[in-house]
């Protein structure tokens, strides 16, 4: 297995160029196969790639509230305190490698934004805690257990479909939670992967005399000194008391957390935008002064500077998919040959290929959805079964999808190329529990 890890952390770090050069490829490849495969004019695939550069900026922007708030909330004086509860206990380095995936994965199952950033988080400080871990597999590991939000509380597709009035009730209907995330099959595949995901990284770490690469001990100074650089402290002026007033937060906190109550009162369901809202004011509350806020958040928007730059690339590949008729092309090839019971899985492989081109699980949906739905009815494949196969799909490429890893990337400091290698064989295990799941429940039931 080690030798299989060092094969791929090779070919990775020889091949691999960083994410936003990869967001540049799979543009011209998408470019050449609309062209080469839909016949598509380049004027008209230019004009459709242009429209849909800016389509996800409100998701843009809300992915980057969503990481840059998790961070301060991963990093609050609370949650740092109950980390380094946890890292304390921890002194071997397959235990910190296997801690790091647990954190990560259920933080993530809990919520997708949260996990991606308190796993990266509490791996930093195990490979800063244990001697002799080995850096890029720990934080490829916390990363890892970003796939279990698929079968999470925020999986977006499930939740989508559960929602009254979504854009396919039309076609689908409404399908509720316990037919989806909550159904025994896929409760059973998320105890299985939060099992079996953390010994295999655990596996994956290198036997004593073989090379490890230990995290820098001064990776951190340059956060120590901006942090002192906004220290709360000063002159006793109206301004610096107001600035370091914990008054002031809790009042807005209490708020916030009014707002959120009433929200639900009215029976509103939960979307993004109050993640974000909750988010922002539990983390006001914890930081206790605007000041120690603002200083902390400062921290966190240096880990979304990649995904400002990389989504708009993302939305103008999504606008050539579906205007092109690209998408549809690539799902009928599997389509074409499913039965009842195989159509999930062949769902979740066009799912995982499409993720490359279209790795928001959202906008994957919107694309996939539609053609997805009508297979099932004509074949008779159970549509709960069909958007789990989506989502599943989606959640098993984003294991080797530069998309989603780039927050980990900003907080660890390492290179794609330094963990990709790991995350492969991470995407083959969880690819064999997620194969062997849908096949499982679509041929059980037809």
Do not use: C
């Amino acid at each position: 297995m080690n030798k299989l890890a060092s094969f791929f952390t090779e070919l990775m770090r020889k091949y691999l160029p960083d994410p936003f050069v990869f967001a540049i490829g799979l543009t011209l490849l998408t470019v050449v196969l609309a062209f080469a495969v839909e016949g598509q004019g380049l004027p008209q695939i230019t004009r459709e790639w242009g429209a849909g550069f800016w389509s996800l900026l409100a998701f843009t922007t809300q992915m980057a509230v969503i990481l840059a708030m998790g961070y301060v909330l991963a990093t609050a004086p609370l949650t740092d305190r109950l980390l380094d509860r946890i890292v304390s206990h921890v002194h071997n380095p397959r235990t910190a490698i296997i801690v790091a995936t647990l954190v990560g994965g259920i933080g993530s199952y809990l919520n997708w934004g949260f996990g991606l950033v308190i796993g990266g988080v509490v791996a930093k400080k195990l490979a800063l805690k244990v001697k002799g871990v080995h850096y890029p597999l720990i934080i490829a590991a916390a990363y890892s257990g970003f796939t279990l939000y698929g079968l999470g509380f925020s999986a977006s597709i499930p939740v989508l479909v559960a929602t009254p009035g979504h854009p396919m009730v039309k076609s689908m209907g409404v399908i509720p939670l316990s037919e989806t995330i909550f159904s025994a099959p896929m409760l059973i595949t998320s105890l299985i992967v939060i099992i079996t995901l953390p010994l295999l990284n655990a596996w994956l770490h290198p036997k004593a005399g073989d090379k490890i690469v230990e995290v820098d001990p001064n990776i951190d100074k340059a956060n120590d000194s901006n942090a002192s650089a906004h220290s709360i402290g000063g002159d006793n002026t109206l301004a610096n008391r107001l600035n370091n007033s914990r008054l002031l937060s809790m009042l807005i906190g209490i708020l916030g957390v009014a707002y959120v109550v009433f929200y639900f009162y009215d029976g509103k369901s939960l979307d993004l935008n109050l993640i974000n809202f909750i988010i922002l004011f539990l983390g006001i509350i914890l930081l206790g002064t605007p000041a120690a806020y603002v200083a902390k958040l400062n921290e966190g928007i240096k880990t979304i500077s990649g995904i400002i730059l990389q989504y708009p690339f993302y939305a103008g590949i999504m606008a050539i998919m579906a205007g092109s008729g690209l998408v549809t092309t690539i799902s009928k090839i599997f389509v074409d040959v499913a039965t009842p019971g195989s159509l999930p899985f062949w769902g979740l492989v066009s799912s995982f290929v499409i993720n490359f081109f279209a790795p928001s699980a959202g906008g994957h949906w919107v694309i996939q959805g539609p053609f997805m739905i009508d297979a099932a009815k004509e074949i008779g494949s159970a549509l709960n079964q069909t958007t789990m196969s989506v989502m599943l799909g989606n959640a098993w490429n984003d294991l080797i999808q530069p998309f989603w890893i780039l927050p980990a990337l900003a907080l660890s400091k390492l290179k794609l190329r330094d963990v990709m290698g790991y995350t492969v064989i991470m995407m083959i295990w969880v690819g064999v529990i997620y194969i062997s799941a849908v096949l499982a429940w679509g041929y059980m039931t037809h």
